[in-house]
């Protein structure tokens, strides 16, 4: 297996950055996660739209987006991405997340969330707060945010567009000082 650089590991997974040569991985494993995946969200699962989606998370200034691997064998088992990123006095970003399906219920969501929360509280990105919204019955969702030490805030109504209608979501956040050290 070739040396990978990884922005942040644990024992199981490495986060890294989203290549557009990771399309042909992505995508397959997309449409084999799309029981796993539905009615909650739906990752880029062809050639267009992982092209779309990835050069926004490389390019744009207030998103990160981070491929987790599992360090047994390399294979991409999900994703995390950090959106609406503000810096100045805020220092906040919105994360969102999906397991492809080989790699659900393992645990790697978990050290990843908690690979990544470490990872944006430190320097260069130096976030304070991080934040989850989830459809409140997304019960996996739910469970992966309390497990990665997310309180829960609040509830929003109709707060994002998804699959076509406006939907529910709670919110869930974590502070800096709220990280183990």
């Known amino acids: 297996m070739p040396e990978v650089s990884y922005l942040a590991v644990t024992d199981r997974i490495g986060l890294r950055p989203f290549t557009l040569a990771d399309e042909a991985e992505f995508t397959a494993r997309a449409r084999q996660s799309r029981d796993l995946h539905r009615p909650w969200l739906f990752p880029p699962d062809s050639p267009s739209a992982y092209l779309d989606y990835a050069t926004r998370l490389i390019e744009s200034p207030d998103k990160e987006g981070y491929l987790i691997c599992d360090r047994a064998d390399g294979a991409i088992a999900g ?26 219920g393992r645990g790697l969501m978990t050290d990843a969330l908690k690979a990544l929360v470490r990872h944006a509280f430190a320097p260069p990105l130096n976030l304070h707060r991080l934040e989850i919204n989830v459809q409140p019955g997304n019960a996996r969702s739910v469970a992966l945010a309390r497990r990665a030490g997310f309180a829960k805030e609040g509830f929003s109504p109709r707060m994002l567009h ?17 990280v183990p050290r």
């Open 162 to 178: 998804v699959d076509g209608a406006w939907r529910d979501h709670e919110r869930w956040a974590i502070t800096a000082e709220m």
């Open 79 to 104: 994703y995390v991405n950090i959106n609406n990123i503000v810096h100045g006095a805020f220092r906040s970003g919105a994360l969102g997340y999906g397991a492809f399906a080989h790699a659900a």
